[in-house]
């Protein structure tokens, strides 16, 4: 429960996130005040919310915005988590911090783990990032000793990639864009198999919501926080051409032959990043308020109307380069083409006595069975 006559501060609210942390907490009768640097307003937030605009990466200017205040929650969500956790001390009852997933070992290179990859699901007490690792992983696994060290009852949530919109990221666009341009194919490394946690932003404020509403489940707890439901990348892209109405042809092959495939993967490997929201639905309740397929639809559909800036696809780092695409696949299918086909001396490779489905063809099988 918050105290009586205290504000609820949001740091941030205005990304991707925020205006549903915002309308949660409006809806539950908060009085809510956000912090952000008022370079990025929304129409999202109700106008009745006040706005304190400084820059959240800022120490010494957040302890300027917040001299003489103090505040029932805080929700963390931008800024430089460790100087913000310093000047909350003090200055709220209830702390709830947003970090990320790179907090984890091998989160930003999977390699850090013989045979690479993360371990599947990877769960809260997974192996944090150490010196070893990427300098970004490892600030991140520190952040979050100080947060407790500072906060021992606070609440802290790692985010996967979060989509929807507003993302500065879009993940979803070089799909989009590809289906907007009308392009008969697209490129997708090994089979599109790759499947990765990730987090709808409606969904990742539900669970930020549930923290609120259960401060005694949630207190000095670390949560993931993502979609309980994950896809692989081809089937990511299915969701969106169905969605869009454009089916489009998926071009499979080896990812060491296809740069252009790059932006998709975002990682070195098509290895998998795959998170346990076990925690949170067993301590929270959660569940998805929109189910995954439904929010990959909403956000292609959110990108037709709201195209990305040129700044945007700058981040992205994928050149749209078709005319290299076309001879790409050129080359890969007149290499496939080329491939003599094999014979087996013992007879052709099967699927096992085991696999009762399609393809049980074998009859010497089909009788054992």
């Known amino acids: 429960m918050r105290a009586m006559g205290l504000k609820t501060l949001v740091i ?19 009085d809510v005040v956000i912090c952000h640097t008022g370079r990025h307003e929304v129409a999202e937030i109700a106008s009745e919310v006040e706005h304190i605009h400084t820059d959240p990466f800022d120490r010494d200017a957040l302890e300027h915005a917040f001299a003489g205040r ?124 790759t499947i990765y946690t990730y987090g709808y932003a409606e969904n990742l404020a539900h669970a930020t919501l549930l923290a609120v509403d259960q401060p005694e489940a949630s207190a000095g707890q670390i949560f993931n926080a993502a979609d309980a439901t994950a896809f692989t990348l081809a089937q990511t892209i299915e969701i969106i051409a169905s969605a869009l109405d454009h089916p489009i042809e998926m071009v499979s092959m080896p990812y060491e032959l296809a740069p252009v495939t790059r932006p998709l993967v975002r990682q070195l490997r ?51 380069d078709y005319v290299a695409e076309d001879r790409l696949v050129t080359q890969w299918r007149a290499l496939v083409a080329a491939m003599q086909p094999l014979e087996f001396a013992a007879g052709e490779p099967g699927l096992t006595l085991g696999h009762q489905g399609p393809g049980t063809s074998n009859p010497r099988r089909a009788h054992r069975l």
Not at 16 to 29: A, D, H, K, Q, S
Not at 278 to 289: F, I, N, Q, S, W
């Open 70 to 193: 103090t505040f029932g929650v805080a929700i963390a969500a931008y800024g430089r988590l460790r100087s913000v956790a310093e000047v909350l001390v003090g200055r709220c009852e209830r702390l709830i911090s947003v970090g990320g997933m790179p907090a984890y070992r091998g989160y930003m290179d999977a390699d850090r783990f013989t045979p690479p990859g993360l371990p599947i699901p990877t769960r809260e007490d997974g192996s944090r990032s150490t010196e070893d690792d990427d300098l970004k992983s490892f600030r991140i696994a520190r952040t979050e000793d100080a947060l407790f060290a500072l906060h021992p009852q606070a609440t802290h949530f790692r985010y996967p990639y979060v989509y929807g919109p507003r993302q500065l990221t879009p993940r979803e666009w070089p799909i989009v864009r590809r289906i907007i341009d009308g392009r008969p194919f697209i490129v997708v490394p090994d089979g599109g198999l």
């Open 270 to 320: 098509t290895t998998h990043r795959v998170v346990s929201v076990d925690k949170l639905v067993h301590l929270l309740g959660y569940r998805d308020v929109v189910p995954a397929a439904e929010a990959i639809a909403r956000t292609a559909r959110w990108l037709v109307a709201n195209p990305p800036s040129g700044e945007v696809e700058a981040r992205l780092e994928d050149p749209f």
């Open 12 to 30: 941030g609210g205005t990304g991707p996130t925020g205006p549903y942390v915002v309308r949660g907490l409006l809806e539950r009768g908060h």
